[in-house]
C-alpha cells in the first residue's frame, strides 16, 4: 500500500509533459486590435497583446500571422505593426504566443479582414472599382498613357466586341494580334511596365465608365474623351469612347478609330 501511494504521489507531480512542475503558465491577451476587426489596406496595423507571468518572468512573445511567425518581442510593451498593404485582401488570423522563463505557453487569437476602397494605392496604381466579393476589381494607372493616340484602322476589324467589366483584357489581347506592332492605345496598354506590374490594359466601355464615376478620387484625369477597349459590334469600324466632362457621355462615330484621344491603362486584381 505504501508503495501504490508513493507511485501514485510520483505521477501526480510528472504534469502533462507540457509544463515544468510546479511552474505556472504565463497569461497572454490581444488587446488590439478586436476580433473581427476590419481594416483598409493602405492602414498599418497595431497589434497590442497583453502578457504576465505570476511565478516568473515573460520571456517572449511571438506573433503569428495565418499559422506563420511574423516577429517576436522579448521586452515590453509587446506591441508589433503590420505595414499598409502586406496583407492580401480577405481573412486573416492573428495569434500571440506568450512563453514564460520556464518554457510553459500561453496564446490568444484574433481576426481581421483587409478590404479596399477606391482611391487608395495599391499593387502599382490607384483603386478604381472593387466588385461585391471586395477582393476583386480594378487598378487604374496614376496617370494618362497618352494625351492623344489613335485606336487603330477603321479598316481592320479586331473582334474586340467586349463591353462588360472583365472584358477589357481579352479585347486588348484581340486588338494586338489584329493589329501587329504600331504606336496604337490598346498597344500602348498592352506594352506598359508601370510600378513592378506589366499586366496593363485598355479598359472595356463599362470599365471605362467606372473610372469617369471616381475620376475625382483616381485623379489625373484631362477634360478630353478617353477611349475604350470595345469595338461596336454592329459597326465594327467604329469603337466606344467616353467625355470625361459631366454627364460623361459614351458614344461612338465613324472612322474614329484614326482620331486621337486619352488612353488610361488599367489592370485587374
Known sequence: MILAGLIALAAAGCGNGNEPSGNQPPTCSITSPADNAQFFANENITIAVVAD?????????????????NSSKKDFPYNFTIAAGVLSIGAHAIKAVAKDNDGSSAEATVNITIKLAIG????????AYIDATGKHGLIAAPADQSNGIQWGNSSIVTGATGTAIGTGQSNTTK??????????AAKLCD??????????????????NELYKNRNVIGGFNVTTYWSSSEESTFPRCVWNQGFTSPGIQGYNNYV?????????????
Do not use: C, H, M
Open 53 to 69: 507571468d505570476k511565478d516568473g518572468t515573460v520571456a517572449e512573445v511571438q506573433l503569428y500571422v495565418d499559422g506563420v511567425g
Open 257 to 269: 478609330k484614326e482620331s486621337a484621344q486619352s488612353v488610361r491603362a488599367v489592370r485587374a486584381f
Open 191 to 208: 506594352d506598359l511596365v508601370l510600378n513592378g506590374y506589366s499586366d496593363w490594359f485598355l479598359p472595356s466601355k463599362d470599365e471605362l
Open 175 to 184: 486588338i494586338v494580334a489584329a493589329l501587329g506592332a504600331g504606336s496604337y
Open 120 to 127: 487608395d494605392s495599391y499593387q502599382g496604381g490607384i483603386v
